[in-house]
């Protein structure tokens, strides 16, 4: 009777292990709600004439808004129009929303430490230099 009593909690304890070892899902802001979250503040901050697009103009905008961030793209050689250029994809002269969605998961690839496809409240608060939150 110990011997199958023996068996028995075995087999049980071989069942339950793959359960008991599985991690809780990480908690935190997958891409797609990444993307949701942050494109409309982006577009309503950059789009200035409300088209649906950002121009190169547009787009420059964002450094005249920021004494701080101009004069540190002067430093780098006016980076501004190189990134712009980067970012339009389809060579259009102008951002699209498709085209911000694909920048912000740059951004989110290179804000995901762990790279688990979830930014933590840890990852969305690291500082020091490292990525921010929309363009």
């Given amino acids: 009777m110990m011997k199958h009593t023996l068996i028995a909690a075995g087999a049980l304890l071989t069942l ?16 797609a709600q990444f993307q949701a979250k ?5 577009f309503s901050r950059l789009d200035i004439n409300k ?5 190169s103009d547009e787009f420059g905008s964002l450094r005249k808004q920021n004494p701080e961030a101009d004069a540190k793209a002067e430093k780098a050689g006016k980076r501004g129009p190189r990134m712009f250029a980067r970012f339009d994809a389809d060579k259009d002269g102008t951002l699209s929303r498709t085209e911000a969605n694909a920048v912000m998961a740059m951004r989110f690839k290179r804000m995901d430490a762990n790279n688990d496809g979830v930014l933590t409240l840890e990852e969305l608060s690291a500082r020091g230099g490292g990525p921010k939150v929309g363009i």
């Fill in 51 to 55: 088209d649906g697009k950002i121009s």
């Fill in 16 to 31: 339950a292990a793959p359960a008991l070892a599985q991690t809780p899902a990480p908690t935190g802001m997958t891409l």
């Fill in 38 to 42: 942050n494109g409309d503040k982006m």
